[in-house]
T-cell receptor
Framework: GAVVSQHPSWVICKSGTSVKIECRSLDFQATTMFWYRQFPKQSLMLMATSNEGSKATYEQGVEKDKFLINHASLTLSTLTVTSAHPEDSSFYIC???????????FGEGSRLTVL | AQSVTQLDSQVPVFEEAPVELRCNYSSSVSVYLFWYVQYPNQGLQLLLKYLSGSTLVKGINGFEAEFNKSQTSFHLRKPSVHISDTAEYFCAVNFGGGSNYKLTFGKGTLLTVNP
C-alpha cells in the first residue's frame, strides 16, 4: 500500500525555538496534504490543507503565522511550528491524498514536546 | 450542523467476544464514511470505507461496518476480537462526499480486549 512518512517522529525543543516536521509520500504523488493536531486521548483536529504549489488553507482558529506550511513538491509538505511554546506540545499527523483515487494515507505522526 | 459522534469513549471486551463500536453523524448533505485504527504513538490506518453501493462494507482484520442512512449511523463490528485489536478507533466523515477530501473525526473509542 501507499506509504506516507513523517520526520522526525519525536522532537523535544526549548521554548522560543522553531521546529520543522516533514511529511513525505514515498511511492505516490500527493496533490493535497492535510495536517492534523491530536491532543492526548482526543480526536484529530484538522489544522490546514496544503496543495502543491499554492498557499495552504488554514482552518478557523489556526494561526497561519504560527504554523507555517509549505508544499513545495508533489511528495513533500512541511509544517514549521515557529517560536514554539509548551502549549504547542502535541502529536502532529499528516495525511496525503493520492491523486487518482482520492484515498488518504496517514503518516506515523510526530510528537512535539516544548520545554 | 455537521458533526460526528462516537458514543462510547471506551469499550472493554473479552477476547473472542463480538464487539460493536458506534458512530453517528449529523448532515444534510451526502457523506463518505471511514473507520480508522490508531495504535499508541502511531498514525492512522484505514480499516474500511463507504463511498457508495452496498451498505455493508468489509474491511481489514475481519472488521465490517454498515451504513444506515435513515439512522445516520456507520457502526463498526467484529464477530470475534483478539488481544491485538486493542487500539483507538476513529470514525471519520467527509461531508459533501466530494472533492475536498476533508475529514471530520469523531472523538474516538478505545477498544480494550482482555484475555
Amino acid at each position: 500500500g501507499a506509504v506516507v512518512s513523517q520526520h522526525p517522529s519525536w522532537v523535544i525543543c526549548k521554548s522560543g525555538t522553531s521546529v520543522k516536521i516533514e511529511c513525505r509520500s514515498l511511492d505516490f504523488q500527493a496533490t493535497t496534504m492535510f495536517w492534523y493536531r491530536q491532543f492526548p486521548k482526543q480526536s484529530l483536529m484538522l489544522m490546514a490543507t496544503s496543495n502543491e504549489g499554492s498557499k495552504a488553507t488554514y482552518e478557523q482558529g489556526v494561526e497561519k503565522d504560527k504554523f507555517l506550511i509549505n508544499h513545495a513538491s508533489l511528495t513533500l509538505s512541511t509544517l514549521t511550528v515557529t517560536s514554539a511554546h509548551p502549549e504547542d506540545s502535541s502529536f502532529y499527523i499528516c495525511s496525503a491524498r493520492r491523486g487518482n483515487t482520492g484515498e488518504l494515507f496517514f503518516g506515523e505522526g510526530s510528537r512535539l514536546t516544548v520545554l | 450542523a455537521q458533526s460526528v459522534t462516537q458514543l462510547d469513549s471506551q469499550v472493554p471486551v473479552f477476547e473472542e467476544a463480538p464487539v460493536e463500536l458506534r458512530c453517528n453523524y449529523s448532515s444534510s448533505v451526502s457523506v463518505y464514511l471511514f473507520w480508522y485504527v490508531q495504535y499508541p504513538n502511531q498514525g492512522l490506518q484505514l480499516l474500511l470505507k463507504y463511498l457508495s453501493g452496498s451498505t455493508l462494507v468489509k474491511g481489514i482484520n475481519g472488521f465490517e461496518a454498515e451504513f444506515n442512512k435513515s439512522q445516520t449511523s456507520f457502526h463498526l463490528r467484529k464477530p470475534s476480537v483478539h488481544i491485538s485489536d486493542t487500539a483507538e478507533y476513529f470514525c471519520a466523515v467527509n461531508f459533501g462526499g466530494g472533492s475536498n477530501y476533508k475529514l471530520t473525526f469523531g472523538k474516538g473509542t478505545l477498544l480494550t480486549v482482555n484475555p
